[in-house]
């Protein structure tokens, strides 16, 4: 059982960065891949970002490519996404989620744990 939990959302202004965190409340991040994913109002969620346990692999959706990084220190059992030059549309709310598969993924059906979700807005 693993818990995830983000930190670090909040109101930036267009152009500007933002960094948000996922750690677990209960279980640990070490050992499974990690993926961030996103939800604006109105709309589905999506994919953002994902790494595998062990940072060798990442793959990142085609909107955030090139502006946001993740990264993770499994000692501090934390995965992070770096957000820079920020746009309104990536006003949103974004969840962490662990899965438990091999390999790297981006369809959400196929991560089994989430966090609760942080808002992240860019103003224009």
């Known amino acids: 059982q693993v818990q995830p939990v983000e930190s670090g959302g909040g109101l930036v202004q267009a152009g500007g960065s933002l960094r948000v965190s996922c750690t677990a409340s209960e279980g640990t991040l070490s050992g499974y891949s990690v993926g961030w994913f996103r939800q604006a109002p109105g709309k589905g969620r999506e994919f953002g970002a994902t790494?595998?346990?062990?940072?060798?692999?990442?793959l990142y959706a085609d909107s955030v490519k090139g502006r946001f990084t993740i990264s993770r220190e499994n000692a501090k059992n934390t995965v992070y996404l770096q957000m820079n030059s920020l746009k309104p549309e990536d006003t949103a709310l974004y969840y962490c989620?662990?899965?438990?598969?091999?390999?790297?993924?981006?369809?959400?059906?196929?991560?089994?744990?989430w966090g609760q979700g942080i808002q992240v807005t860019v103003s224009s």
């Open positions: 790494i595998t346990w062990d940072s060798t692999n990442i």
């Open positions: 989620a662990v899965h438990l598969l091999g390999g790297i993924r981006s369809r959400d059906a196929d991560f089994r744990y």
